[in-house]
């Protein structure tokens, strides 16, 4: 067989090179070639700044519902901005005086 460069046993012959492979300095390296790719735009995030002037209870129950989203499965953005939007909804609830039913209703029926 003209192809086998093995003996019989299987085994094949390395031969040693009369010269050493040449030594790699730190100068000679191959450098990879760097492609410069502009920084990733990052927006700040707008409801952090309203978070922050919120009282400490407000805060901490944005934190927490954060956290349960982010368990869920949810981004750690997509989290945040969900509980910021349900934290918000209820304090301008809260905050907002409900006008009673009678003032909604209309005086006369009539005028309708």
Same mark, same amino acid.
């Given at each position: 067989m003209p192809f086998e460069d093995g003996d019989d046993t299987g085994r094949v012959a390395v031969e040693s090179s009369p010269d050493p492979a040449p030594e790699?300095?730190?100068g000679s390296r191959?450098? %990879?070639v760097e492609t410069s790719f502009p920084p990733p735009v990052f927006h700040p995030l707008a409801y952090?700044?309203?978070v922050a002037d919120w009282p400490v209870v407000w805060r901490e129950q944005w934190g927490k519902r954060a956290n349960e989203?982010?368990? %869920?499965?949810l981004s750690w953005r997509d989290a945040e901005t969900q509980a910021f939007?349900?934290?918000w909804k209820l304090r301008r609830q809260q905050q907002s005086p409900q006008p009673p039913v009678a003032a909604l209703a209309p005086l006369d029926a009539k005028r309708n």
């Open positions: 790699i300095t730190a191959r450098r %990879s952090r700044g309203v989203l982010e368990e %869920s499965g939007v349900e934290v």
